[in-house]
């Protein structure tokens, strides 16, 4: 029995001797020992999240797009009650005043092509 206290004893003077040591290696070596344990709990965590979750989310138009649709509809409600419609004059809703792509805008007269 004293020989089991001696030798606990002789491990714990013995640990604490190497404490310093031993602060020094995982100081030095933080990221080495940090890095797989953090890609673990990422990869459990991502994958505990897609389970969890619902993936599908629904398109739902911005707030600028909703806004420009209101004023549309608004400047189309207020014309259409101020102006009688011609037969030469779009709707706004249209949208036939807005270039399809970049290469519509600011043509030379030579490119532009007659819509049949």
């Known amino acids: 029995m004293i020989f089991c206290d001696s030798t606990a004893k002789n491990v714990e003077i013995t640990l604490l001797k190497m404490l310093p040591a031993i602060w020094a ?60 419609s011609f037969p030469g004059v779009d709707k706004l809703e249209d949208k036939k005043f807005v270039p399809k792509s970049i290469f519509e805008k600011n043509l030379s007269p030579q490119l532009v092509r007659e819509k049949s």
């Open 25 to 84: 290696l995982a100081r030095t070596y933080a990221p080495w020992i940090t890095l797989p344990f953090a890609a673990v709990v990422g990869f459990i965590g991502y994958n505990f999240e897609s389970i969890l979750s619902d993936k599908y989310t629904p398109y739902k138009p911005s707030i600028e797009e909703q806004r420009d649709e209101r004023q549309l509809k608004e400047l189309n409600e207020l014309m259409s009650a101020k102006i009688p």
